[in-house]
């Protein structure tokens, strides 16, 4: 018995630890959540390690359209870091391709907020989100810090999202579809020409 034990203990030691139980992005401070298909987008929640609660949100206008109106009860609640469990699922819609998607961290310990995207959007001027596109196929993982001034190890609440990219699409480039109903009105054509 002492001798498994002994052996396990060792076993154990020669294993790396694991600093975070959930994803926090590795890149991409201060980078923009954009839209990269038609298909809805599923936000999944993936855990945090913070101390204070934390609310997020996607910013949106008095038409219910992505952006920032100015008026906080327009926004679409998501998650609360404390609250929701890890793996739960919301699912945010789909929006044209290319728009920028701004996610609010409201923390409701002091009040403060903070944004995804470019550093001038928070209070001290620095990036709150960090923005890590390609994390999984097809999803974006983004982990914000809410510490005003603070540490900016990202790990107060991390979220990913199908559907979106941190590069704007290229608008040269068609999306399958278009293709595909190109090719039917091309195939539609020939025959309509074959009949004359």
């Known amino acids: 018995m002492k001798k498994t034990l002994a052996v396990l203990a060792t076993t154990l030691s020669l294993l790396p630890v694991v600093a975070n139980a959930f994803p926090i992005a590795s890149t991409g401070e ?38 920032d109106d100015g008026d906080v009860s327009n926004d679409l609640f998501i998650f609360n870091n404390h609250a929701s469990p890890v793996g739960s699922t919301v699912n945010l819609g789909s929006f044209a391709i290319g728009t920028e998607l701004i996610f609010r961290l409201h923390v409701t310990n002091t009040g403060d907020q903070f944004f995804t995207g470019a550093a001038s959007r928070n209070p001290d001027n620095h990036a709150h989100a960090r923005v890590q596109e390609n994390w999984a196929p097809d999803t974006t993982l983004v982990s914000f810090e809410d510490l005003l001034g603070g540490g900016y190890e990202y790990n107060d609440l991390s979220f990913s999202f199908t559907n979106t990219v941190t590069t704007p699409p290229n608008p040269g480039v068609p999306e399958p579809a278009s293709l595909a109903l190109l090719g039917i009105g091309l195939v539609g054509l020939r025959a309509l020409r074959r009949k004359a």
């Open 30 to 67: 201060g980078l923009s959540v954009l839209v990269g298909g038609t298909d809805p987008i599923i936000a999944t929640y993936q855990g945090n390690s913070a101390a204070y609660s934390n609310d997020l949100y996607l910013m949106l206008d008095g038409l219910g359209k992505p952006g």
